[in-house]
């Protein structure tokens, strides 16, 4: 069975940090492109950031290139997201995706919440 569990929302004032971790298990980690999309209260899915299969390149969405930085972990099945500099904007439940090509999101966890506020 294949499981992407999210650790690490929470709540943060503007300007603060969190870590994002994303545990991954039931597929071929090495084998796939892993996402963090996320999706603000009342609006639609948004992709932030991906990491492709060994762990080299990695890109962002523009609204986060400077604050955000995703890497994995191979021997733990694990992705990350740190976000840093946070702002009210990022307020969203942030999801771990996977698929085999980069745009294609395969499987999903169940989103961890981000809410950013004084």
């Known amino acids: 069975e294949v499981q992407l569990v999210e650790s690490g929302g929470g709540l943060v004032q503007p300007g603060g940090s969190l870590r994002l971790s994303c545990a991954a298990s039931?597929?071929?980690?090495?084998?796939?492109?892993m996402n963090w999309v996320r999706q603000a209260p009342g609006k639609g899915l948004e992709w932030v950031s991906n990491?492709?299969?060994?762990?080299?390149?990695?890109t962002y969405t523009d609204s986060v290139k400077g604050r955000f930085t995703v890497s994995s972990e191979s021997a733990k099945n694990a992705v990350y997201l740190q976000m840093d500099d946070l702002k009210p904007e990022d307020t969203a439940v942030y999801y771990c995706?996977?698929?085999?090509?980069?745009?294609?999101?395969?499987?999903w966890g169940q989103g961890a919440q981000v809410t950013v506020s004084s």
């Open positions: 995706a996977a698929g085999q090509f980069a745009g294609q999101y395969t499987y």
């Open positions: 039931g597929f071929i980690f090495g084998a796939n492109v």
């Open positions: 990491i492709d299969s060994r762990g080299d390149r990695t």
